[in-house]
């Protein structure tokens, strides 16, 4: 079994729509959730960071961590065709001073049509 | 742009061979990244560097090498190249080695025939 589960989609909807993306984990150690957004054939793009559960709003951007269901979550509000990419989920366990890796899930690849 | 630089762009080789993938952090960053992404594996942590030490090690196979130089920038080589290696591989940087804010370059795809 993947440490980190997301449905890759792909995933369609309206311009203006809102848009919701998953991801949940089994490792207890992560304590630090990221989305990132990649367009195709370019590298992976930092939106959202938060640290143990809660909420972190940014703009059009919605993230949610619910640790003790071990689930994450990004909203899109009023979503537009330029939000059209991957969306990768990516966690990390608790932060070292001595390195660092990101655990990613797969991707969902989200359409936003006009 | 994410102030990562990797070179080259695109890359095709044949099994059997050597390839070296660059990657120049953002300006301050002291810690670098290297990923593989693949349809079947998605995108993988391989190996970290920080200030020229190797500080993390992910599934990194031992055909693969990496190392950071004074000057920060870091090499990914890549021997023995089998066709299961044809991947997009990543860099990334960050400021400090523990940082889970980690900054993506636009990726060297290999292609190996």
């Known amino acids: 079994q993947k440490e980190v589960e997301q449905d890759p989609g792909p995933l369609s909807v309206p311009e203006g729509a809102i848009v919701s993306l998953n991801c949940t984990y089994s490792n207890s150690a992560f304590q630090y959730f990221m989305w990132y957004r990649q367009y195709s054939r370019k590298g992976p793009e930092l939106l959202m960071y938060?640290?143990?559960?809660g909420n972190k709003e940014d703009g059009r951007f919605t993230a949610q961590v619910d640790k003790s269901s071990k689930y994450i979550s990004l909203f899109i509000r009023d979503s537009q065709p330029s939000d059209s990419a991957t969306y990768l989920c990516?966690?990390?366990?608790?932060?070292?001073?001595?390195?660092?890796?990101?655990?990613f899930g797969e991707g969902t690849q989200l359409t936003v049509n006009p | 742009d994410s102030g990562v630089t990797q070179t080259p762009k695109h890359l095709i080789t044949a099994t059997g061979q050597r390839v070296t993938l660059r990657c120049s952090p953002r300006s301050g960053d002291l810690s670098v990244y290297w990923y593989q992404q693949s349809l079947d594996q998605g995108l993988q942590f391989l190996i970290q560097?920080?200030?020229?030490?190797?500080?993390a090690k992910g599934n990194i196979l031992e055909r693969f090498s990496a190392q950071q130089f004074p000057d920060l920038h870091s090499e990914l080589n890549l021997s023995s190249l089998e066709l299961g290696d044809s991947a997009l591989y990543f860099c990334a940087s960050s400021v400090t080695p523990g940082s889970n804010e980690q900054f993506f370059g636009p990726g060297t795809r290999l292609t190996v025939l």
């Open positions: 560097y920080y200030n020229g030490e190797e500080r």
């Open positions: 938060t640290y143990s559960s």
């Open positions: 990516a966690m990390s366990g608790m932060r070292e001073t001595s390195g660092s890796r990101l655990t």
